[in-house]
């Protein structure tokens, strides 16, 4: 059995996945909106500094646990925004699901 070959064949089945079709149609009706493109992007990039400082042993503070939760409320308001943010879990979801299957069978904590 060629390894390679075969995460590349479970690249491709990731790639068809109505979870991973799903996430990257709404990505890109949501980059047509450039507001709302902006919004996602904010909210992403507060996410990673909130978990860098979490990974660092920092504390996290209130007003930005508030702020992170005004913005998913003013996102959950938006249809638009509320499905691309859906679609993101679910394929978050999947990859999490896809990655303990390996790391079980391997017994590999990365």
């Not at 089945?13 to 996430?23: L, P, Q, T």
């Not at 709302?36 to 909130?50: P, T």
């Not at 993101?88 to 069978?105: H, N, Q, W």
Request: a negative charge; hydrophobic letters at 45%; glycine letters at 2%.
């Amino acid at each position: 059995m060629n390894v390679y070959a075969s995460a590349h064949d479970l690249a491709a089945a990731i790639k068809a996945s109505n979870e991973y079709i799903d996430f990257e149609r709404l990505r890109k009706e949501l980059e047509q909106d450039a507001n709302l493109s902006r919004m996602i992007k904010d909210i992403e990039k507060r996410q990673i500094e909130i978990q860098t400082k979490q990974l660092k042993g920092e504390e996290v503070g209130q007003e930005a646990v508030a702020q992170m939760q005004s913005l998913y409320a003013m996102m959950a308001s938006n249809p638009k925004a509320a499905e691309y943010m859906q679609a993101e879990a679910r394929f978050a979801i999947m990859m999490k699901d896809v990655y303990e299957i390996l790391s079980d069978v391997v017994k590999v904590n990365i």
